[in-house]
T-cell receptor, first 109, second 110 residues
Framework: KNEVEQSPQNLTAQEGEFITINCSYSVGISALHWLQQHPGGGIVSLFMLSSGKKKHGRLIATINIQEKHSSLHITASHPRDSAVYIC???????????FGTGTRLKVLA | DVKVTQSSRYLVKRTGEKVFLECVQDMDHENMFWYRQDPGLGLRLIYFSYDVKMKEKGDIPEGYSVSREKKERFSLILESASTNQTSMYLCASEQGYEQFFGPGTRLTVL
């Protein structure tokens, strides 16, 4: 079993829909990241969380430390949001960065 | 803004060749990483370096080596390329739990 699990693996949405991507982890963490990777490879960091909730434009990320769960929400989705979204955690105690396998999102116009 | 650059976006090599992938960061970060990314497997750590001339093996170091002679440059070396090393290779530098990724090199080994 992976230490960082994401769901769903693939997601297709219509433009304007509200989207949620989930991440569960089984290790103690110092921080959790949501990353975005567009076709072509480059990865950008969207959020770094250690507690609570963060918002940037149409993107919202939440984390529940007790439940070891985080969600990434996209409001009013747009075709340019089409990308792979990756959850990654820095473990606490050991210096290790563990990635989920990603959620491939396609937003149709 | 932090910038992490990689020497090539696309590379095609033949089995048995020695391959060098270079990564340069411009923010004086001490920690640098090499990952490979394969469909269904996500990103996996090959090696990381926490200082000049210092390196640590990651999860899949077999068939790879690294070099860090200067703080800003971290090189990944495939001593004798094999077809199972065909992959996307991503470099990153890190400070304060924030990783900054390069654009990636898609390597094909024929």
């Amino acid at each position: 079993k992976n230490e960082v699990e994401q769901s769903p693996q693939n997601l297709t949405a219509q433009e304007g829909e509200f989207i949620t991507i989930n991440c569960s982890y089984s290790v103690g963490i110092s921080a959790l990241h949501w990353l975005q990777q567009h076709p072509g490879g480059g990865i950008v960091s969207l959020f770094m969380l250690s507690s609570g909730k963060k918002k940037h434009g149409r993107l919202i990320a939440t984390i529940n430390i007790q439940e070891k769960h985080s969600s990434l929400h996209i409001t009013a989705s747009h075709p340019r949001d089409s990308a792979v979204y990756i959850c990654a955690v820095w473990t606490s105690g050991t210096y290790k960065y563990i990635f989920g396998t990603g959620t491939r999102l396609k937003v149709l116009a | 803004d932090v910038k992490v650059t990689q020497s090539s976006r696309y590379l095609v090599k033949r089995t048995g060749e020695k391959v060098f992938l270079e990564c340069v960061q411009d923010m004086d970060h001490e920690n640098m990483f090499w990952y490979r990314q394969d469909p269904g497997l996500g990103l996996r750590l090959i090696y990381f370096s926490y200082d000049v001339k210092m390196k640590e093996k990651g999860d899949i170091p077999e068939g790879y080596s690294v070099s860090r002679e200067k703080k800003e440059r971290f090189s990944l070396i495939l001593e004798s390329a094999s077809t199972n090393q065909t992959s996307m290779y991503l470099c990153a530098s890190e400070q304060g739990y924030e990783q900054f990724f390069g654009p990636g090199t898609r390597l094909t080994v024929l």
